[in-house]
């Protein structure tokens, strides 16, 4: 990230490993920083959405999945969390 500071996969690393040690706060600065630069990152949004479902946010968390699913209607990730956040 210092060479190339705005490679999209070098922040979605550091976004996920941010989550996995529940660093939820800058997780999702990190998702929104690529979400920004790509709207349409489905990486990135099933990410964020996954980082916010964690915190408990649970609308926020839905409307991500489902913006995910109106891009990509095939789309396992989201619609298993969605299941789960319907249930």
Same mark, same amino acid.
């Given at each position: 990230?210092?060479?190339? /500071? &705005? %490679?999209?996969? *070098? $922040?979605? @690393? ?5 989550? =996995?040690? #529940? ?15 790509? /709207? &349409? %990152?489905?990486? *990135? $949004?099933? @990410? ?5 479902? =964690?915190? #408990? ?15 990509? /209607?095939? %789309?396992?990730? *989201? ?9």
């Amino acid at each position: 990230l210092f060479i190339q /500071p &705005n %490679n999209m996969n *070098a $922040l979605l @690393g550091q976004a996920r490993v941010l989550r =996995a040690l #529940y660093l939820i706060k800058p997780s999702v600065a990190v998702y929104n920083r690529v979400i920004e630069k790509a /709207p &349409n %990152n489905i990486e *990135a $949004l099933n @990410g964020l959405g996954e980082t916010i479902l =964690a915190n #408990y946010e649970l609308d926020k968390a839905r409307t991500i999945f489902n913006k995910v699913l109106s891009l990509d /209607p095939q %789309n396992r990730q *989201a619609a298993h969390d969605l299941d789960i956040l319907n249930k």
